[in-house]
């Protein structure tokens, strides 16, 4: 069972380095799952007046923290397969949904990607297991340039079966 739960978080935190990538690449530079990079750089922006680049990373930082926050609130009970099942297939639905907005909606994306890693935060996290989920995590940040590059959206659909593949195992 243990390395069952291993292979979840590194999986999830390959998947969220994945969602990292697309955020900066695709979304004006703006983070999903690194909010100090957010909290940074809406600083300078409003500091320099730009008050929608500030906006933005803003946005990110208050969807990470509701995200994470109602992730706590339902993870206060231990939960088995069904519980990662659900959360799965509910990445799955609002990574569809990412892809599917116009581009016009980029703050929305970015809420949305951002309550996402939120959500998967707590998982990721590097406890028991040390500092390696967050080795693969820059591993998902490296990886998910090379395909977001090559692949575009598509890269949704390899985080998708990434964030599933600890239900079903």
Do not use: Y
């Amino acid at each position: 069972m243990m390395k069952k739960k291993r292979l979840g978080i590194l999986l999830s935190a390959l998947a969220a380095g994945m969602i990292e990538a697309f955020s900066i690449m695709r979304l004006h530079g703006v983070f999903s799952c690194i909010q100090i990079g957010n909290i940074l750089l809406g600083a300078v922006a409003l500091a320099n007046g730009r008050w929608a680049a500030a906006g933005n990373h803003l946005l990110s930082v208050a969807g990470f923290l509701v995200g994470s926050v109602l992730c706590g609130l339902l993870s206060a009970k231990p939960h088995g397969r069904r519980w990662l099942l659900g959360k799965g297939i509910l990445t799955a639905a609002v990574l569809i949904f990412v892809v599917l907005l116009p581009e016009n909606m980029d703050s929305v994306a970015v809420c949305l990607l951002a309550l996402l890693c939120g959500s998967w935060f707590p998982d990721i996290s590097p406890r028991e297991d040390g500092c390696v989920p967050v080795i693969v995590f820059g591993v998902g940040v490296l990886l998910g340039a090379i395909l977001v590059s090559c692949l575009g959206e598509l890269v949704f659909a390899i985080c998708a079966a990434l964030f599933l593949a600890p239900a079903v195992l």
